[in-house]
């Protein structure tokens, strides 16, 4: 082993360097704790990243870099996947020709999210391959075992990870050489990528038979592997848990499992025979256990309790031992508030003043549901304020009607509140809706990041920038007022009280860039106007 190539990476920054090596053409992605590096490294390694309006688009975008023939990467957190499982289920039908992995990073123990939903049963549902690597070694080897399978198989690769896969540091060895991909190119396959029903039968056989074909070449995949041990237990786990036995468990014979879908279940009924007792270690839901058990093959799993949240050490050995006393109770982080100069707390002072009802969403914001302010009676997932405030102003009476308020920050609003936007001019509720969208100029929330209303890219390079008012304007929305929220002004409130009492429909754009980033924000814009200054002025259409 050369020593000098040996560098201390992140999972995160593991992938982004495997997709480099191996020739990835385009990542992209939406941010989202824990994935949000993925791209972010990879752009700095030169390689072509950007962040899509929302993780659908992300999907068919590299999609259809991959029908062109090229290695595509997607990323996002494992709620992102939800918003782009509409095209991830017809894409395990048509395949790719080129290369696409579809990165989902998990975070059980709700780190940095909503829920804590174990997307290894996405790969199940919609019949794609899945591997799970255990640390950044992993993450970087089967970033180049994923692209092989998706060439192979000519199918998109999930590629699963978790918050402690993604954010630990640990020593990945390069390869030395890179083989380079074949050149993009666009061949014709009507039948293949049209998915119409006389389509899509025989693509649903051929996926089926696809899935066949890897469970029997799983069974001698190098992604699993034994570590042996004594013959008295057996551990079969995948991911990080992986970690956590080996310490927890030194002594036992550990079946870790790279492959996770289709499961090799010939080489786990035979190393379940080897051992007196067996049990399934795994982090949130019940997947290998349920699948091994469905198969006929006894093996024991972990007690209810242990469903919610991450896994460690001491969870562990509790699970070995068949402990079923209560937890030792972690003691309380401190919670997180908003900035103290944050443009968001005027707004939610106006909205507690007022007691307004509030359909929130999901960002710095949704901090508005802490005191003092405890201005947020709903967060459902992203871009759920405008319909969960136009459903709440449907049905309830005009007296409660009027204080229903959306509030959605600006980079949710691109990625998921558009459309709730469409359905609030189409369906206006009898006394109106008041919509505020809180533009900060960037990703607050996830680390600032870019997005189509910043008028920045990925690398904080100029591009065209989608302007929220106009947008809002264009759909006939007569008011629609953009202002800067001040503390002490009660400019914001005036407006505010203007737009409850109309009873028409509103759109509040509150503008004032992130308190955090502001000196950096101001120099990109800079940066822009300079640019824009050296441009010769485009010629346009009569
Ligand atoms: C489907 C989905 N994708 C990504 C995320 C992660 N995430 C939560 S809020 C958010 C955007 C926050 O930005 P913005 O709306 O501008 O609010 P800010 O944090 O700047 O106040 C992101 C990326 C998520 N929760 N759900």
New binding site residues.
């Given amino acids: 082993m050369n020593e000098s190539n040996r560098l201390l990476l992140s999972g995160d920054e593991a992938i982004a360097l495997a997709a480099r090596h191996a020739g990835v053409a385009l990542g992209a992605g ?4 824990p994935s949000t590096e993925i791209l972010e490294h990879f752009s700095e390694l030169g390689g072509h990243a950007q962040w899509s309006p ?2 659908k688009v992300a999907l068919e975008v590299t999609i259809g870099a991959a029908f062109g023939g090229a290695r595509a990467l997607c990323t ?2 494992h ?2 996947l ?2 782009a499982s509409d095209p991830l289920f017809t894409a395990a039908y048509t395949g790719v020709s080129g290369a696409l992995i579809v990165v989902s990073a998990d975070d059980p123990g709700m780190a940095s ?2 829920n804590e939903q174990d997307n290894r049963r996405y790969a199940v549902a919609a019949g794609l391959p899945m591997l799970e690597p255990s640390d950044s070694q992993e993450a970087y080897d089967f970033m180049f075992a994923a692209i092989e399978i998706s060439e192979r198989w000519q199918i998109p690769v999930l590629f699963r990870v978790t918050t402690r896969v993604c954010h630990s540091y640990t020593v990945v060895q390069p390869r030395a050489t890179h083989e380079a991909p074949k050149a993009a190119s666009f061949e014709r396959d009507i039948r293949g990528r049209v998915m119409i029903p006389a389509y899509a039968r025989p693509a649903h056989r051929r996926l089926r038979k696809k899935l066949a074909e890897m469970q029997a070449w799983n069974e001698a995949s190098p992604l699993n592997h034994i570590v042996q041990g004594g013959q008295s237990l057996g551990i079969i786990t995948s991911g990080i848990s992986f970690m956590h036995v080996r310490e927890a468990a030194p002594e036992a014979r550990v079946l870790k499992l790279g492959f996770t879908h289709p499961l090799p279940m010939d080489k786990i009924a035979q190393f379940v025979k080897g051992v007196s007792r067996c049990v399934v270690i795994e982090e949130g839901d019940p997947y290998l256990v349920d699948a091994i058990r469905a198969a006929g093959i006894p093996v024991e799993g972990k007690a209810d309790m242990y469903r919610f949240g991450e896994l460690d050490v001491p969870r562990v050995q509790r699970i070995l031992a068949n402990d079923l006393s209560p937890e030792p109770i972690k003691p309380p982080g401190k919670p997180p508030q908003l900035c103290d100069a944050c443009q ?1 707390r005027v707004v939610f002072e106006a909205l507690r003043k007022h007691d307004c009802i509030v359909a929130g ?5 949704t901090l508005g549901v802490l005191q003092p302010f405890e201005a947020m009676d709903s967060c459902v ?2 871009g759920a304020s405008l319909g969960v405030g136009l459903g709440l102003r449907h049905v309830l009476p005009p007296d409660q009607a009027r204080r229903v308020v959306s509030v ?6 691109m ?1 998921s509140g558009i459309s709730g936007l469409v359905e609030m001019v189409y369906n206006p509720p009898p006394t109106g809706h008041v919509l505020i969208i ?1 533009d ?1 100029s ?5 680390g600032h990041q870019e ?1 189509p209303g910043t008028g920045r890219t990925l690398a904080h390079e100029p591009t065209n920038k989608v302007v929220l008012e106009d947008l809002a304007r264009s759909l006939g929305i007569r008011r629609v007022y953009v202002i800067e929220p001040r503390m002490g002004t009660g400019e914001f409130d005036r407006l505010l009280t203007e737009c409850l009492e109309s009873n028409e429909l509103a759109v509040i754009i509150t503008r004032r860039p ?1 308190i955090l980033i502001a000196k950096q924000l101001k120099q990109y814009e800079d940066q822009r106007c300079e640019c824009d200054a050296a441009q010769p002025a485009t010629a346009s259409a009569p």
């Fill in positions: 939406y941010p989202g704790t929302n993780e996002m957190k709620v992102g939800n918003v999210s909503q968001y969403d999901i960002g710095c914001y997932c992203m959605i920050g600006d980079s949710t609003f990625h809180l900060n960037t990703t607050a929330m996830t997005h992130c």
